[in-house]
């Protein structure tokens, strides 16, 4: 087992020695935060075990794969919209004087 020792527990924001670094700054996708997420001394009781103990990362690998299909559908929505952006930009392109079609 290559994964012993990952446990997954649940962190209330307002617990002691726990904080957010800066905002990061993004290209793209704006309208989610991304920051570190900081522990300093931060003390989780064992009743904020979620799942059983060693089986975090079988939890994490669950819940990333529950958000594949969404993330590309996204990836899928802005090809399109860049397909379609480049398709007009060539629609609308001169050269020599003459528009391209």
Not at 37 to 55: A, K, R, S, T
Not at 61 to 78: N, S
Request: glycine share 8%; net charge neutral.
């Amino acid at each position: 087992m290559k994964h012993r020792g990952i446990s997954c527990f649940y962190v209330p924001f307002a617990s002691a020695g726990l904080s957010l670094g800066a905002k990061e700054s993004k290209l793209g996708i704006k309208c989610t935060s991304t920051a570190n997420v900081i522990f300093e001394d931060c003390e989780i009781p064992e009743d904020n075990l979620i799942g059983e103990l060693g089986q975090g990362f079988k939890i994490a690998m669950q819940i990333l794969d529950a958000g594949r299909i969404p993330i590309a559908a996204q990836a899928v929505g802005i090809a399109a919209d860049a397909h379609q952006r480049a398709v007009d930009h060539v629609m609308k392109k001169t050269t020599f004087s003459q528009t391209e079609q």
